[in-house]
């Protein structure tokens, strides 16, 4: 088997962020499950690409790359939206937040305190 | 500048809430002995903010009538009494100041005008609310009005979901020709055309995740 480039800094990149993921969370033995399946499947898609072909052909698309590039599209679109909208709901607590304060120290400013 | 704005405005006998929006130019030095309410926020959050900050505030005072008036001198506090005057005939909730209706004095440049007029049909595909004028920050509310609108729009798409509020709470709402006097210091201080995507963008923003 010849593994090129790609493959192992693919390979490097996916092990850094499970050793990354398993320091931020080391909780729970599912975390760790989880992240070694993350992992795990990620390594062997790296290694053996060919076999990604196969579900791509199962469900219509030609190549896994292709297809593993529109989940992908899919899925950051889907986070950039939970972000933002998450974003505009600290954005409104912040708002009240600074408007009740400024409500709380309204002055008269023709009368001295 | 706010501080003749605000002269002119209390010479016509009315209650002046002034909301600092964290401005670094001293504006509380300027306004300081006259006799205004002054709020301030710690952080700057954007006009709509500054505005619904105001409104809140006239609220616990229990004012009966409330208007949005610029501070940088655009507006024309001879407008105001006309105004209520109007919002009292014709038994409305909410009264929208327009530059572009007959009998407004204004010297609003030619690109300003295609501009708003773009802008206010963005703000009709919004709200379902056509003005002549959708831009104008000039207006005035009557209590229920005032209970039943609240901004969340921070900076620059509030006039859009104003309109929308307006339409929604089933708001009884007319127009009124007010006077607009650009001067060199409102060109600095307020809106460039170019705002004009950024103020888009916003609006778009805020239709899809109200």
Do not use: W
Not at chain 2, 142 to 148: C, G, R
């Amino acid at each position: 088997m010849n593994i090129t480039i790609i493959q192992v800094v693919l390979t490097i990149c996916i092990a850094l962020i499970a050793i990354y993921m398993y320091i931020r969370l080391r909780s729970g033995l599912f975390d760790v499950i989880l992240i070694g399946l993350f992992f795990a499947v990620g390594i062997f898609f790296v290694l053996f690409p060919e076999t990604t072909n196969d579900i791509a052909h199962f469900v219509g698309v030609s190549k896994g790359a292709n297809l593993f590039l529109y989940t992908a599209i899919l899925f950051l679109f889907f986070l950039i939206l939970k972000l933002y909208s998450r974003l505009r709901r600290v954005e409104q607590k912040f708002t009240e937040f600074v408007r009740n304060k400024s409500l709380e120290e309204a002055e008269e400013l023709d009368k001295k305190n | 500048m706010i501080r003749k704005t605000v002269t002119e405005v209390l010479e016509k006998g009315y209650n002046i809430v002034v909301v600092d929006d964290c401005s670094k130019d001293g504006s509380k030095k300027q306004v300081t002995g006259l006799p205004v309410y002054y709020l301030r926020h710690r952080v700057n959050m954007g006009q709509g903010a500054a505005l619904q900050t105001g409104i809140d505030f006239a609220k616990k005072k229990g004012a009966k009538y409330f208007i949005t008036f610029d501070a940088d001198g655009q507006h024309d506090s001879n407008d105001i009494p006309g105004m209520i005057e109007f919002l009292e005939k014709e038994k409305v909730d909410v009264v929208f100041g327009s530059r572009f209706l007959p009998g407004s004095k204004t010297n609003v440049s030619r690109y300003r005008s295609v501009a708003l007029n773009f802008g206010r049909y963005i703000n009709f595909l919004v709200s379902g609310i056509m003005l002549s004028d959708s831009f104008n920050g000039f207006r005035l509310l009557s209590k229920s009005a005032a209970e039943k609108i609240t901004l969340t729009e921070n900076r620059m798409a509030h006039p859009a979901e104003f309109l929308l509020l307006t339409a929604e709470k089933k708001l009884k709402y007319r127009e009124y020709p007010v006077a607009i006097h650009y001067s060199d210091y409102s060109r600095g201080k307020g809106l460039k055309n170019r705002d004009g995507i950024k103020i888009l963008f916003e609006i778009l923003l805020y239709k899809i995740f109200r």
